[in-house]
């Protein structure tokens, strides 16, 4: 399975691999492996993700049948499993994404082990998580807080977005139309830390960057991204980097530290006057003491736009 990958990306339980098939499929970025892993046979099989990225755990625990929405089987499967799961993370990736939905089985009880154990080995793990929207009913949302407590000790950062955001801004939207917008927002962190660490324009955002900013924070974090155009772009940008899904529920004690990605067409870069607006509206913002690592890139899809991304790390609750 490994190539020259650097970043695994891996989806547990049913709904988290339906948004790990959406990004295989709509993936254009280098240096990402795959892995789906499920308690549920038919769930997994049904995938468009190739069979040997492709892991089922606890059969003696399930039989393939998945974990009935029980955290105590998903977490009881991980165990189980647990070495066939080390045998493909222990591939010297350098950061372990991992997608799950808080309120099931499989997801709930699976990802914390799964995300102790790539921290053990030495990756940096990033925990993307959704939880149950009110539609979802009081048992989900209680089985969801139970299990992203766990994911604050396994995980390096923590993000976390509710069904309820998606549920209200596409309030007449149809089933399948809520799950496409959910993938997309599973998706957006990934392809921003991806980005931020495969540009190669000066100043770069390098791993020991990444690093510095999330690891050891070990409380909820968030990354957020907006994008701007005209005259009035880094205005735009900014305001629409404040109104992440993984930033607009959150309340903010206090913001540590930002790692901020700023992307630009290479015929109409970002200026360094810009550069300080952005800058001095972020401490503006989330306060003097915060400490910003910064880093540019060209995007070849750019005119005259301009995109800002954002990972902040603090005390976020």
């Given at each position: 399975m490994?190539?020259?990958?650097f970043a695994l990306i891996i989806g547990v339980g049913d709904g988290a691999c339906g948004a790990l098939n959406h990004i295989y499929l709509t993936n254009t970025l280098d240096g990402l492996d795959f892995l789906a892993?499920?308690?549920d046979k038919q769930a997994l099989f049904s995938l468009d993700i190739p069979i040997e990225r492709q892991l089922l755990i606890g059969m003696n625990v399930t039989n393939g049948l998945g974990s009935g929405s029980n955290p105590v089987v998903g977490r009881e499967a991980a165990i189980e499993s647990i070495s066939a799961i080390k045998e493909i993370v222990s591939k010297d990736y350098?950061?372990?994404?991992i997608l799950a939905?808080?309120?099931g089985g499989t997801g709930t009880g699976s990802a914390p082990v799964i995300a102790r154990l790539c921290r053990d080995i030495g990756c940096v793990v990033v925990t993307i998580v959704s939880i149950p929207g009110v539609f979802e009913g009081d048992l989900r949302k209680v089985i969801s807080r139970n299990g992203i407590d766990p994911m604050y000790k396994s995980s390096d950062m923590v993000l976390m977005?509710?069904?309820d955001r998606i549920a209200s801004s596409h309030y007449d939207a149809s089933i399948s139309e809520v799950f496409k917008f959910s993938d997309l927002i599973f998706k957006m962190p990934v392809d921003i830390i991806i980005r931020m660490l495969?540009?190669?324009e000066y100043p770069i955002i390098d791993f020991d960057d990444l690093k510095a900013v999330i690891q050891e924070v070990n409380v909820l974090s968030s990354v957020t991204s907006g994008i701007g155009d005209g005259e009035d772009r880094i205005t735009e940008a900014l305001h629409r980097l404040y109104g992440s899904p993984y930033l607009v529920d959150v309340e903010i004690k206090a913001v540590n530290n930002i790692l901020l990605f700023i992307?630009?067409?290479?015929e109409n870069q970002v200026r360094m006057s810009e550069i300080?607006?952005?800058?001095d509206n972020l401490q503006e913002k989330y306060g003097e003491k915060t400490v910003i690592v910064w880093g540019c890139g060209i995007n070849t899809n750019f005119n005259t736009e301009i995109s800002l991304s954002a990972v902040l790390a603090g005390e976020l609750f």
């Open positions: 490994r190539t020259n990958s892993i499920n308690t350098q950061i372990v994404f939905g808080m309120g977005f509710s069904n495969s540009s190669k992307e630009s067409g290479s300080g607006i952005i800058i």
